[in-house]
């Protein structure tokens, strides 16, 4: 019936362990984080290294969804910080394919548009690093299963939930019979399709696209520069968008645009893709199909990214089509906004208010992921003779013209919101590059390794008078010299935290600016926010 | 959005528009005009001017 396609990869298999509530009475615990995919794992990660414990379930027992399948592969500077503080960014930085050149290609060679993301910022990670969604998730959970905070609980299902006021009662299942949990906190991360959210009976306004895609992970030995190309026009695809990432492993990502409402049985068949590789690639090179698979464009939307004690990052919060590689990104960084949050509450450091930030920081976030999604769609897919025809005019114009090159889009990739309508972080919220710091006794040190203790980040220009609300927290003077506690002799870290003479900056563990001033009432405001302090 | 004329010559701006579309069949001419729509706006720059160009235009056909 169906064909097998030999990736060549053995992915992980975890154990199952036999769950102690099974035999007894509901287990009581603080945070039950369901589903372990890109999300779960980060937030997952993320409480183990700030000390909080939790228990992850996921419904299977290994890594990736459909086996050894890319998924998200384009992961964006600030996803690539996030895992520098996790402690996976140097594993992923020796498997996969960093890159920052992007080439938009018209016909055959064509080149109409191209970019380099490289040199703006100074942060430590590179604008884009290509590689298979699964590594990601196996080197997280071996971090997790490294640091021993947290349990990962496999082939555990959520069956049923029942949430209320001040608790969740979870009803799980195992391939030993059914238990139950109850959790102060619940994140859901179980995506798509959370049987978890429907329990809840949830709205997410879902709407189905007619857009679909061809997604294939090609191996294959020709010597191609290591960038992202696109087509918007590719004379091997009916003259439809196709997109090339190189990956780890010598692997290659080849997305295909397909028809709308094409039969994704037949797009995704094997043979049929195996004939669109080889225009593409030409007959002289010889390649194997890794993986193959369909994607049917569609969206939604939770109403409240928090529904009483339960929680909702990833997929399971919003969806959108996947052009720019916002999905992944977006789920990676709801963890990195919630992880920090989690852990001051959990620890009566911070008031229950503060989770609320998380909604009104992040569904924002993913209202305009989905625009700019939305908008990539649109310009690859005219409706008629008129769409049509402007975007010939953009592309005829892009190849002389700046002003035209800006409209070529096949895709805007990910970079990291600013919260600038946040109850927290009003006027502030946007998120500073993971910078290397010298610090006073001469050793250097990435921003990032500042940001793990459950502490707020404080920067003056100079010396700066602090207000009592932040004298527990981590402060630095920065000035050019070594009596400082940062040396910033060249003026990198002033600038990239937007730090002038006499100011004070607060930066919050996620490395998005909380509050820039230099009056002690704003600064002890916006501190009480966060902190439950004097 | 100005509605008020800010043109020198209009009627030398016409002329010339004229000229170029005078040999153009329907689609050479709609893809000139949506060149020089995308030149225009870049002239423009401002967003919410141009929106307010955009509604003029969509509501001004007969």
């Known amino acids: 019936m169906t064909e097998q396609i030999e990736s060549g990869y053995e992915l992980p298999v975890f154990p199952y362990k036999r769950p102690p509530e099974l035999s007894g009475l509901p287990g009581q615990v603080s945070i039950v984080i369901v589903g372990g995919g890109l999300a779960g794992l980060t937030l997952a990660a993320d409480l183990s290294i700030r000390g909080i414990p939790f228990v992850l379930v996921d419904e299977d027992d290994t ?34 394919v960093a890159w920052s050149v ?22 430590e990670q590179p604008p884009f690093l290509n590689i298979q969604q699964f ?22 299902k959520v069956a049923h939930a029942e949430a209320h006021d001040d608790v969740t009662h979870l009803v799980i299942d195992t391939p030993d019979g059914r238990y139950e949990l109850h959790a102060d906190w619940v994140v859901d991360c179980s995506g798509l399709a959370s049987n978890l959210r ?3 009976g949830l709205q997410t306004h879902p709407e189905k696209g007619t857009e679909r895609w061809c997604i294939s992970d090609v191996r294959f030995k020709k010597e191609l520069p290591l960038e992202r190309w696109t087509w918007v026009e590719s004379p091997v695809n009916n003259n439809r968008a196709v997109w090339q990432h190189p990956m780890a492993d010598g692997v290659w990502r080849i997305d295909f645009q397909m028809e709308l409402d094409a039969d994704v049985d037949y797009i995704s068949r094997p043979d049929v893709c195996t004939e669109r590789v080889r225009r593409l690639l030409g007959d002289e090179f010889p390649f194997e199909l890794v993986w193959v698979g369909p994607w049917a464009s569609r969206t939604h939307l939770l109403d409240n990214f928090r529904h009483k004690r339960v929680l909702f990052a990833g997929d399971s919060a919003h969806v959108f089509p996947p052009l720019g590689g916002r999905g992944g990104n977006s789920g990676i960084q709801d ?106 006794t001469g050793s250097r040190v990435a921003l990032v390794d500042l940001a793990r203790a459950n502490q707020l980040l404080v920067f003056t220009g100079g010396d700066v008078a602090i207000p009592e609300a932040l004298k527990d927290q981590q402060v630095f003077r920065v000035g050019a010299g070594t009596r400082w506690d940062i040396n910033d002799h060249e003026g990198l870290v002033s600038a990239a935290l937007g730090l002038q003479e006499g100011m004070v900056v607060v930066v ?25 302090v004097e | 959005m100005k509605t008020e004329n800010q043109i020198t010559d209009p009627d030398r701006f016409y002329d010339e528009l004229s000229t170029l579309h005078a040999s153009l069949n329907a689609e050479s001419s709609a893809d000139l005009n949506a060149r020089l729509v995308l030149i225009l706006a870049n002239q423009i720059g401002d967003n919410s001017v141009l929106s307010e160009c955009l509604a003029l235009a969509a509501s001004s056909g007969n």
């Open chain 1, 198 to 200: 429907e329990k809840l």
């Open chain 1, 135 to 156: 590594y990601i998730e196996w080197y997280l959970v071996e971090r997790i299963m490294e640091l021993g905070v947290g349990e990962l609980r496999w082939k555990n």
């Open chain 1, 102 to 123: 992007g080439r938009s290609l018209r016909g055959d060679r064509d080149v109409i548009y191209e970019f380099d993301a490289a040199g703006q910022t100074h942060s």
């Open chain 1, 335 to 440: 963890a990195d906004n919630l992880g920090w949050k989690l852990a001051l509450v959990v620890k009566g450091k911070a008031p229950v208010s503060l989770l609320d930030s998380y909604n009104l920081e992040r569904r924002p976030a993913a209202i305009h992921n989905t625009l700019l999604a939305t908008r990539s769609v649109r310009f690859l897919s005219p409706v008629s003779a008129g769409q049509r025809c402007l975007r010939r005019a953009a592309m005829d114009l892009a190849r002389r013209h700046d002003f035209a090159r800006k409209m070529i889009n096949t895709g805007r990739l990910s970079d990291p919101f600013r919260y600038q309508d946040s109850p927290i972080s009003a006027d502030a919220g946007e998120s500073v590059a993971n910078v290397t710091l010298q610090l006073k």
């Open chain 1, 508 to 532: 919050r563990p996620d490395l998005h600016i909380l509050v820039r001033s230099n009056d002690a009432s704003i600064l002890t405001r916006a501190t009480r926010n966060v902190l439950l």
């Open chain 1, 63 to 96: 890594v990736g969804v459909r086996g050894a399948s890319s998924r998200g592969i384009v992961y964006a500077q600030k996803s690539l910080e996030i895992f520098a503080r996790l402690g996976i960014y140097d594993r992923l930085a020796q498997k996969g």
